[in-house]
């Protein structure tokens, strides 16, 4: 068997075996014909292309053809010319098909069943997996790439699914990888040369790499059986919040969230893949609430943080707790909650309804005067069960407007430092230009964040510094720390006293007045001052994530009428008549979580497609880093051969950011450039001069001295040419680098050249074979 065919086979076995954790999200094992068949075709498309001699492109262009031609004829046979050949009739067949399948699946949570509308995902994504497999393996020969896409069903799989899946389907696309690695390291090790021998015919090269064949054999199946094993039995570092300062906390099984100061974690808690369970509470009104967990009222232009706090002896919560600051409301009615902590929480904070007044819990704890957060220096609250009272203070936007100036004892928390950014300043008076008075501005800040300008986005950069605050207005896309401490910044700015709270949006209502708080409930938001009424929630973050805005934080409009009916069309809020019907949640707290019974995974199919789509796009990038990387390690410690790899990657770096390069200057005049087309100033400007210097000296000096921290200093400065360049053109070295161009260039010349040889040896056979008669 050649060695073509050996590496074909292998790929398309390796395929065949990645795919089978898909099983796990479908209710029959059928599809597995369709994908197969869609696998050998696949397969067999490559190796003739590969006989042809035919460009790599355009190889994986007809197999992605061959792979539509299939799925074709999968669900639109009947419309086919002659039963098997495309017709003009297929696109009509194939959207309907694809918007069928996305509205099934989109609708239903694995298993699922297997129409030809679920068909077309589960063939295409086989099958798409199959291409960039023979890619690596068969074309490029490069089976280590093909990792990515071997192990890409199981990772969607093992997504999708949550809670993990059994061992057995690991291995599968681990043992499907190794064997692509040795197949194709043995071929390899064959191509060193064969072994004299004193036989008349010498032994097939392969027959002689059997021994290591066994060995490697060997070592696969205990990597194999170590990656299995050695996650159950290793233990687990807590996934928490923080794991900084501040209490301990147990080390848990993984699954724990630790807090000292949130908001430093609140992405990562946001966007962890599991959603454990936090806390429960049942609140005797059986209305959503806010759980804050402590409050963040010191800027000093890096963070969001808690002041000093004393918290003498005297301020244990067995006794009660103080009134709220600022608050002078007679007889307000009471809210009485009970909590139950998961043992996926620990923290040092406990979990409150702003403002608690009565707290039965065990042990020390002990409440701060000024914010009410309740913390303790020795317990933590995991797995603790305890009993509030809290006031259910009545905000209403009228009294919010009459309110008085702030009390000089919270001048402080108006406080800045002393260098606020400009757009800060200006966005700030920008956006309340029109208002008169605390209340208008404070809307009309909120009214700005939560408007079409604005997008909630968890993949925004974390932090609340100055400069983030500046990213953050410049971009117009973050989350809720974003939100909340710019909120807070600009109201300080503009006078009104505000601070950060941190904790939990409502969560999901179980019936029987009990709400569920999950760790993606993690929210954060600002209070601000106002005298008579004290601290008030406001929630700038977008209703995509927090639902309708508070009632009392909007202006104030004419009542409606009260004569105990509610008017048609209103969105006035109705206690629950039984158990099946949940509170309406278009309230402060009303958006932070799926309701039971809402289907909260995303569909299988899309999610496949996403992730074999994401590891396509990686790929190019990750090969450029791969030829970077060799490059360096071919030049080892040769100064020449180090000046000539820094030279090269500040070719393909300047070339990505969109600048010249002239391959036939001198290294001096290509630097003058350069600088002059990037701008390049003060230490990346020194880094280019020394890189010349150095390149200069390995060209033309008699003798050449090692350069010490020479890769690290290219580095630096091709990265600042890559990010000089604007986001269209870093998308476009992306997904399509200066060093990958380079590789399919010379590819295709090296490719041009050995069929031109070929041709001209064929011509001198043909001309010098003998005549037949």
Not at 125 to 134: E, H, K, M, R, T
Request: charged content about 20%; aromatic content about 8%; proline content about 6%.
């Amino acid at each position: 068997m050649s060695t073509a065919i050996r590496l074909t086979l292998v790929g398309a076995v390796a395929t065949a075996l990645s795919v089978l954790p898909l099983l796990e999200l479908t209710d029959t094992g059928a599809w597995l014909i369709q994908a197969s068949l869609a696998l050998a075709l696949i397969s067999a498309t490559g190796h003739l292309a590969r006989r042809l001699r035919l460009p790599v492109l355009l190889t994986v262009i007809i197999q992605l053809a061959v792979l539509t031609w299939w799925i074709g004829l999968m669900i639109a046979a009947d419309l086919a010319w002659l039963g098997f050949l495309p017709s003009t009739e297929w696109p009509a067949r194939f959207v309907a098909v694809f918007g069928d399948g996305a509205e099934l699946i989109a609708t239903t949570v694995t298993p699922i069943a297997i129409p030809n509308a679920v068909l077309v995902y589960l063939v295409g994504g086989a099958g798409l997996v199959a291409i960039v497999v023979d890619l690596t393996v068969g074309s490029l020969r490069r089976g280590v790439l093909a990792g990515l896409p071997l192990g890409s069903c199981y990772a969607v799989t093992a997504y999708v699914e949550g809670g993990g899946l059994g061992w057995w389907w690991f291995v599968l696309p681990a043992a499907a990888y190794l064997a692509v690695l040795m197949a194709e390291n043995r071929i390899r090790v064959a191509a060193w040369g064969r072994s004299t021998s004193q036989h008349r015919h010498p032994r097939n090269p392969l027959q002689a790499t059997d021994a290591l064949a066994r060995s490697g054999r060997r070592v696969g199946a205990v990597a194999i059986a170590a990656a299995v094993a050695v996650p159950a039995t290793a233990p687990v570092l807590s996934d928490g919040f923080l794991s900084g300062h501040g209490s301990g906390g147990s080390g848990g099984d993984g699954r724990t969230i630790r807090t000292d100061n949130p908001i430093l974690d609140l992405q990562r808690n946001l966007t962890r893949p599991d959603n454990v369970d936090v806390l429960r509470y049942e609140a005797s009104d059986e209305a959503p609430h806010y759980i804050r967990t402590v409050t963040l009222d010191s800027f000093d232009g890096e963070v969001w943080q808690t002041s000093d706090r004393p918290v003498p002896e005297e301020q244990r919560v067995d006794e009660g707790l103080p009134e709220p600051p600022g608050m002078d409301i007679d007889d307000p009615d009471e809210i009485e909650l009970h909590f139950e902590i998961t043992d996926n929480y620990s923290s040092r904070w406990l979990p409150l309804v702003y403002p608690a007044q009565q707290i039965e819990i065990a042990g020390d704890w002990r409440y701060d005067v000024a914010t009410l957060d309740v913390v303790s220096t020795d317990d933590d609250v995991l797995g603790t069960e305890y009993t509030t009272v809290s006031l259910d203070v009545p905000l209403d936007a009228e009294i919010l407007q009459d309110a008085g100036s702030p009390d000089s004892d919270v001048e402080e928390l108006t406080e800045l430092p002393d260098e606020l950014p400009e757009s800060v300043i200006e966005h700030a008076e920008e956006v309340t230009s029109d208002a008169e008075g605390d209340f208008a501005k404070a809307v009309a800040l909120q009214e700005w964040f939560r408007g079409s300008a604005f997008t909630y986005d968890l993949d925004t950069q974390a932090g609340t510094s100055t400069s983030a605050v500046v990213d953050f207005l410049e971009d117009r896309r973050g989350y809720c720390e974003q939100f909340a401490g710019t909120m807070a910044i600009m109201a300080r700015y503009l006078g009104i006293p505000a601070r950060v709270a941190v904790g939990f949006t409502p969560g999901t209502f179980e019936g029987d007045a009990t709400w569920l708080v999950r760790a993606h409930d993690a929210h954060a938001w600002p209070e601000l001052y106002f005298e008579g009424v004290g601290w008030v929630p406001w929630e700038p973050t977008p209703a995509a994530r927090t639902g309708t805005a508070p009632e009392w934080t909007t202006e104030p409009r004419e009542a409606p009428s009260t004569d105990g009916e509610t008017p048609e069309g209103s969105d006035a809020t109705t206690a629950p008549d039984d158990q099946e019907t949940l509170p309406e949640e278009e309230m402060f707290g009303g958006g932070g979580s799926a309701t039971p019974g809402e289907t909260t995974r995303w569909p299988w199919a899309i999610v496949a497609i996403a992730g074999i789509g994401i590891v396509l796009v990686a790929v190019p990038s990750r090969l450029a880093a791969l030829r970077r990387w060799l490059r360096w390690r071919r030049a080892g410690t040769d100064p020449v051969a180090c000046a000539s790899a820094a030279w090269s990657d500040l070719s393909e770096a300047t070339r990505d950011a969109g600048f010249a390069w002239n391959t036939a200057a001198t290294p001096r005049t290509v630097g003058r450039t350069l600088a002059a087309s990037a701008g390049l100033t003060g230490t990346d400007r020194d880094l280019l001069d020394h890189l010349v210097g150095v390149v200069e000296r390995a060209r033309y000096a008699r003798t050449h001295e090692q350069v010490t921290f020479l890769r690290g200093d290219t580095a630096v400065l091709c990265a600042t040419l890559r990010h000089s360049a604007g986001r269209g053109r870093r998308l476009r070295a992306f997904l399509w680098p200066t060093a990958l161009r380079d590789a399919v260039r010379a590819g295709a010349q090296r490719i041009s050249a050995m069929l031109d040889r070929w041709e001209s040896a064929r011509s001198r056979r043909l001309k010098d074979a003998p005549l037949r008669r």
